[in-house]
């Protein structure tokens, strides 16, 4: 299974336009192996997000969104704290 889910990490990260993004928000950190990763991805598309994946180190950590600006970010990143109350805004 996390080979598959590697293999199409891959592929979306190819396919994955930034237009000069600074900030993105982090949603959820997940064990390279756990059958929750392809689940989260599978909920955030059908609400209308664009989620992508980046490993680190034993982990896969999901985030979404491409903000210019800080504040873009933040009325997004209020809108996600119902959800995943940890999550938080990454400079990229």
């Not at 929750?36 to 599978?42: A, F, G, N, P, T």
């Amino acid at each position: 299974l996390l080979s598959i889910i590697n293999k199409n990490i891959e592929k979306k990260e190819k396919n994955v336009t930034i237009k000069n993004s600074k900030y993105t928000i982090q949603l959820a950190t997940y064990k390279k192996n756990s059958p929750h990763i392809k689940e989260e991805v599978s909920k955030l598309k059908q609400k209308g997000y664009v989620p992508f994946m980046m490993e680190s180190g034993e982990y896969v950590v999901v985030y979404t969104g491409d903000f210019i600006d800080k504040i873009e970010a933040q009325a997004q990143l209020n809108k996600l704290k119902r959800t995943y109350k940890d999550c938080l805004i990454k400079k990229i």
